[in-house]
């Protein structure tokens, strides 16, 4: 068998340092500040390019989402470690996708966002990743009660590929469609004009960059829950030191190229509400740890064949989506109208989620 240089320590730590080199240059490029890479903000932005919510600000069909996925299909079929499989609660892996998206758009970003706010120097970003924090050792304590979804069974090469074929489906739609200037349509597809839909880097640099990092993490099993829980449980320290490595790179670019802003106010897409940053990532850590990863490995294992993951990644754009229909999505001007309520709804959705599938009481 070969070896897997990317599963290394030395490996984890260059995958994690690529992760955090590579924001920073999609942002130099045009992605939002602090929002190179995003995943939550990401499926938003594509929910929003795709009519399912019309916030005019946050349209746009991320290619960074669909090169995850092909990324990761690319390595694993390299690898031989395409495998398709599922059937493992899809229904409820869906519901723990939609409190995810719904979590994490309270805070304003996914878990590596919320290290890229922290490389930026927004305090923020502290309160939320100590939500995460919060969030997955909440869903570990579950674990040592022996909490299982049930097993995924092996599946047909079609239902594998259903998600990346999909994926291929949307990247035509973005190549045949592309935005025309002025116009906030073109084709199906939903434009901003304005606001950080309409930042993005050109197309097609960010569809590459994304398919490197979808690559590299396959083949690393990068994952940011993975890594806390790792900690918690097990006292393992491997994919924290690729999260740290992407901390620390993400950093230093921002020290290179004049990033840094240290402080609370007036953070690019962010607001100052402390406990709602935090119990907003409490609620989708907790939804990452019972679903069993971050929305980035999700979508990778969506590349490789997995249609829960897929499931679960669905499930983020339409709760994204709903975030914003029901108004309970964040702004710089604060959260949203009823963002308190879902973020309680959704926490106590994961803890019902939580007790009835554990075989210890």
């Known amino acids: 068998m070969k070896s897997n240089f990317f599963a ?3 490996g984890i730590l260059l995958v994690g340092a690529a992760i955090g080199v590579l924001a920073i240059v999609l942002q130099m490029l045009g992605n939002p500040p602090n929002m190179g890479i995003c995943v939550a903000c990401f499926e938003r932005d ?13 349209q746009y069909l991320r290619p960074e989402i669909l090169g995850f996925v092909l990324g990761s299909l690319l390595a694993s079929l390299a690898s031989r470690e395409f495998k398709p499989r599922g ?13 995810a998206a719904i979590g994490a758009l309270v805070f304003l970003g996914c878990p590596w966002r919320a290290i890229l706010r922290l490389a930026g120097g927004d305090g923020n970003a502290l309160f939320g990743f100590a939500g995460l924090a919060v969030g997955v050792y909440l869903g570990t304590l579950f674990f040592k009660r022996g909490y299982s979804l049930g097993r995924s069974t092996p599946q047909s ?8 074929i999909i994926v291929c489906a949307l990247l035509a739609l973005a190549l045949i469609f592309p935005q025309v200037a002025g116009q906030d349509k073109s084709g199906p597809l939903f434009y901003s004009l304005k606001g950080p839909g309409s930042m993005h880097a050109p197309f097609l640099v960010s569809l590459g960059v994304a398919i490197l990092v979808g690559i ?15 900690l918690f449980l097990f006292k393992q320290t491997h994919l924290f030191m690729g999260i740290l490595a992407l ?9 290179i190229t004049g990033g840094l802003h240290f402080g609370f106010e007036k953070q690019p897409v962010a607001h100052t509400d402390s406990l709602w940053n935090f119990c907003g990532m409490v609620t989708a850590g907790l939804a990452f740890a019972l679903a069993g ?13 997995d249609s ?3 499931l679960f990644a669905i499930g983020m754009l339409v709760g994204a989506a709903f975030a914003h229909n029901f108004s309970t999505a964040s702004s710089g001007a604060g959260i949203g109208a009823y963002g308190i309520h879902a973020t309680v709804i959704g926490f106590c959705i994961c803890l019902l989620i939580g007790f009835t599938n554990c075989k210890r009481v």
């Open 8 to 10: 290394t320590t030395p």
């Open 46 to 58: 594509v929910a929003g390019s795709l009519g399912l919510h019309r916030a005019g600000v946050v």
């Open 87 to 99: 059937g493992s609660a899809p229904l409820t892996r869906f519901i723990l996708g939609m409190i």
């Open 157 to 164: 090469t079609m239902n594998g590929a259903l998600f990346p």
């Open 216 to 230: 590299l993490a396959q083949r690393s099993r990068f994952c940011t829950m993975g890594a806390l829980r790792d």
């Open 247 to 255: 901390f620390l790179a993400a950093f230093a670019m921002n020290a």
């Open 293 to 305: 990863g971050c929305p980035g490995r999700q979508l990778f294992m969506a590349g490789e064949g």
């Open 308 to 310: 829960d993951a897929a």
